[in-house]
C-alpha cells in the first residue's frame, strides 16, 4: 500500500498567513493527488485535484503543486474560515490512501 | 444537482452485520463509480473501497483493513450503492460516507459527498 504523510500535523498560524503544508507518497504517484478540507462535523470538500487543479468553486488563495513523491497545499493569505483540518490523499493505484491531516490552528 | 444520501447506520453489537445504502440522485448513477470512506470518532479519513461502474466491470477494491469483512455493491436500477458489513468490531464504529468522484477521468478525487451516517458497535 501507498503510505501518505503529512507534515506537520499541526500548524499554527495567523489570520493573513501564507501557509504551506506538505504530503509525502512512500512511492511514486505521479500527479495522482487530491487535497480535502473538513471542518468540524462536516464532509470533507475537494480543493485541489490531480496535485494542483482548483476545483470549481474554490478560491484562489488556495493552490497545490508536486508529482511523484512529494506535494504541497499552499494557502496565500488565511482567512478565520481556513482554520480547519486538511487532508492528503492518493489515487494512483488501490487501495487509495489518506495522509493522517493537519490542523490549522489559530496562534 | 449532485446528492448523496447515506442511511443503516445505528448501534449494533460485535459480531453481527450492518448494510449500509447510498441514494444517489442527480446524474446518471449508471456511468460512475462509487465509493466509501470513513472517519472514526476524533480521527482522520480512511478509504473503504470502491465500486466501479458496470461498463469498466462493476468489480470493487477494497482497503487492507476492511478486505475480507466488507462487500461494496451497487443497484444501478434504483442508483444506490451499498456497504455490506459483516461480524462488526468496535475499531468499526465510524461515521461513513458515500463519495463520488468529480468526473470519469478523476475518480478517486470526491468532489461528491454524503451526510455520512453514524455506524457505533458496541455491546
Not at chain 1, 28 to 43: E, R
Not at chain 1, 87 to 106: D, L, R
Not at chain 2, 14 to 40: E, I, K
Not at chain 2, 102 to 111: A, C, K, Q, V
Request: net charge neutral; charged share 15%; hydrophobic share 30%.
Amino acid at each position: 500500500d501507498i503510505q501518505m504523510t503529512q507534515s506537520p500535523s499541526t500548524l499554527s498560524a495567523s489570520v493573513g498567513d501564507r501557509v504551506t503544508i506538505t504530503c509525502r507518497a512512500s512511492q511514486s504517484i505521479s500527479s495522482w493527488l487530491a487535497w480535502y478540507q473538513q471542518k468540524p462535523g462536516k464532509a470533507p470538500k475537494l480543493l485541489i485535484y490531480e496535485a494542483s487543479s482548483l476545483e470549481s468553486g474554490v478560491p484562489s488563495r488556495f493552490s497545490g503543486s508536486g508529482s511523484g513523491t512529494e506535494f504541497t497545499l499552499t494557502i496565500s493569505s488565511l482567512q478565520p474560515d481556513d482554520f480547519v483540518t486538511y487532508y492528503c490523499q492518493q489515487y494512483s493505484s488501490y487501495p487509495w490512501t489518506f495522509g493522517q491531516g493537519t490542523k490549522v490552528e489559530i496562534k | 444537482e449532485v446528492q448523496l444520501v447515506e442511511s443503516g447506520g445505528g448501534l449494533v453489537q460485535p459480531g453481527r452485520s450492518l448494510r449500509l445504502s447510498c441514494s444517489a440522485s442527480g446524474f446518471t448513477f449508471g456511468d460512475h463509480g462509487m465509493s466509501w470512506v470513513r472517519q472514526a470518532p476524533g480521527k482522520g479519513l480512511e478509504w473503504v473501497g470502491f465500486i466501479r461502474s458496470k461498463p469498466y466491470g462493476g468489480t470493487a477494491e477494497y482497503a487492507a483493513s476492511v478486505k475480507g469483512g466488507f462487500t461494496i455493491s451497487r443497484d444501478d436500477s434504483k442508483s444506490i450503492a451499498y456497504l455490506q458489513i459483516n461480524s462488526l468490531k468496535t475499531e468499526d464504529t465510524a461515521v461513513y460516507y458515500c463519495t463520488r468522484g468529480r468526473d470519469f477521468f478523476h475518480t478517486g478525487s470526491y468532489s461528491h459527498w454524503g451526510q455520512g451516517t453514524l455506524v457505533t458497535v458496541s455491546s
